[in-house]
């Protein structure tokens, strides 16, 4: 299944407690296992005023469903076409 990059405008999100995010955690958990196998969340990184989250999903629409159910921002999907590290340098 395709990889997706979601991008989530979320003012202060670095500000956001440990509470707080584990709050968000349990919420996107919840939408997840109500929507079956089809959705993966893999991981996701917290900025100053936006979340990068990292999803496995069978097409662009599954993310949006799960953002929109969930009460989340999604304000940019972007699928994953290759990925590259240090090791892809030798």
Same mark, same amino acid.
């Given at each position: ?11 202060? *999100? ?42 496995? *999903? ?33």
């Amino acid at each position: 299944m395709p990889k997706y990059i979601i991008e989530r405008d979320i003012p202060n *999100a670095g500000a956001l407690t440990n509470q707080d995010l584990q709050g968000i955690s349990q919420k996107s958990c919840s939408v997840l296992n109500s929507m079956g196998t089809k959705i993966q969340w893999i991981e996701s990184y917290v900025t100053d005023d936006k979340v990068y989250c990292v999803y496995i *999903a069978p097409d662009e629409a599954t993310i949006k469903a799960h953002a929109e159910q969930g009460g989340f921002p999604a304000n940019r999907i972007s699928q994953v076409r290759s990925m590259i590290d240090p090791v892809s340098a030798e």
